[in-house]
């Protein structure tokens, strides 16, 4: 069974500074797909950024980024520049071509003025 | 607007009760998927359906069911409803092309769901 961790339940960025999101996954499989969502207060899920898993490039939205290590199955997000609006959950997901989505218990981001 | 609805969005009912929640998927995506959203949890993959037949089942509870008609929409019903079922249930749906946008989920802004 696949499985997504974030190890970081909270986490708190002074506005205009970096943080990073930790996320590691396990799974048997060679072609997957990994995906950022956003959660705000509104709760609607908000798609950040994705990666596909045969890419050794990382994905780079605007001030989001990832940091894709497929050896070790890890998938942190950096968030440049934070903002603000950048405050919300954050939740890692897995995903099989067609298939369903795994996602970890979710990161809460806090960002400081 | 991710171009999935859902209805309605908030639902207020009892225990024992028996609720039933809409999906439109995006226009043209076959794939409609139900997840369940606790208090300050992940999403739990519940069902998913693609062009009108059951293909995968995630952690559903046998009082849950969910069906997915000729226009594709989806409903998802739940009975027997217990207070631990109050949560946000979100529908996604994607198309099945073989392109990255074609494994890209689009989610519903969801149904609150609360049992008293």
């Known amino acids: 069974a696949q499985t997504v961790t974030q190890s970081q339940p909270e986490m708190s960025v002074q506005e205009a500074e970096t943080v990073t999101l930790s996320c590691t996954y396990d799974t048997s499989e060679s072609d997957y797909y990994l995906f950022w969502y956003k959660q705000p207060p509104s709760r609607q899920m908000i798609l950040v950024i994705r990666?596909?898993?045969?890419?050794?490039q990382n994905a780079t939205e605007n001030r989001f980024s990832v940091n894709f290590q497929k050896a070790a199955k890890s998938f942190s997000l950096k968030i440049s520049d934070s903002q603000l609006g950048d405050a919300a959950m954050y939740f890692c997901?897995?995903?099989?071509?067609?298939?369903?989505?795994?996602f970890g218990a979710g990161t809460r981001l806090t960002v400081k003025p | 607007d991710s171009g999935v609805t859902q209805t309605p969005k908030h639902l207020i009912t009892a225990t024992g009760q028996r609720v039933t929640l809409r999906c439109s998927p995006r226009s043209g995506d076959l794939s409609v998927y139900w997840y369940q959203q606790s208090l300050d949890q992940g999403l739990q993959f519940l069902i998913q359906?693609?062009?009108?037949?059951?293909?995968a089942k995630g952690n559903i509870l046998e009082r849950f069911s969910a069906q997915q008609f000729p226009d594709l929409h989806s409903e998802l019903n739940l009975s027997s409803l217990e207070l631990g079922d109050s949560a946000l249930y979100f529908c996604a749906s994607s198309s099945r092309d073989t392109s990255l946008r074609g494994n890209e989920q689009f989610f519903g802004p969801g149904t609150r769901l609360t049992v008293l």
């Open positions: 997901a897995y995903r099989r071509r067609n298939n369903d989505m795994r």
């Open positions: 359906y693609y062009n009108g037949e059951e293909r």
């Open positions: 990666q596909e898993a045969y890419k050794q």
